[in-house]
Nanobody, 126 residues
Framework: QVQLVESGGGTVQDGGSLRLSCAASGRTVSNSAMGWFRQAPGKEREFVAAFRWTYYGISTRYADSVKGRFTISTDNAKSTVYLQMNSVKAADTAVYYC?????????????????WGQGTPVTVSS
């Protein structure tokens, strides 16, 4: 049974930083595609950042709205994925969800994800 548990959400000031964590059990990070999505009130869930494994190693991708500000990383020994959020804006306010696909090379989307965490809320205050 795969379980994803997010933590690290909270309230942060505009321009500040926050780090989210996602602890995976029942599956190793090194043989999964994983990532982060977010859902703001009244909006659809959207992609934020993800990685997958290719012949050449790890491949990351980011939504244009967070590129250059957010960084996804992994700690394989801890089976944990992180999302470092810098220079946050009000538009980053949302519930952030961790997702996992058992297909390590797949491009992670809301459709290809097999498992989801319960979500952790992030509020950016001005």
């Amino acid at each position: 049974q795969v379980q994803l548990v997010e933590s690290g959400g909270g309230t942060v000031q505009d321009g500040g930083s926050l780090r989210l964590s996602c602890a995976a059990s029942g599956r190793t990070v090194s043989n999964s595609a994983m990532g982060w999505f977010r859902q703001a009130p009244g909006k659809e869930r959207e992609f934020v950042a993800a990685f997958r494994w290719t012949y050449y190693g790890i491949s990351t991708r980011y939504a244009d709205s967070v590129k250059g500000r957010f960084t996804i990383s992994t700690d394989n020994a801890k089976s944990t994925v992180y999302l470092q959020m810098n220079s946050v804006k009000a538009a980053d306010t949302a519930v952030y969800y961790c997702a996992l696909s058992e297909q390590s090379g797949v491009v992670l989307t809301t459709t290809t994800a097999d498992y989801w965490g319960q979500g952790t809320p992030v509020t950016v205050s001005s």
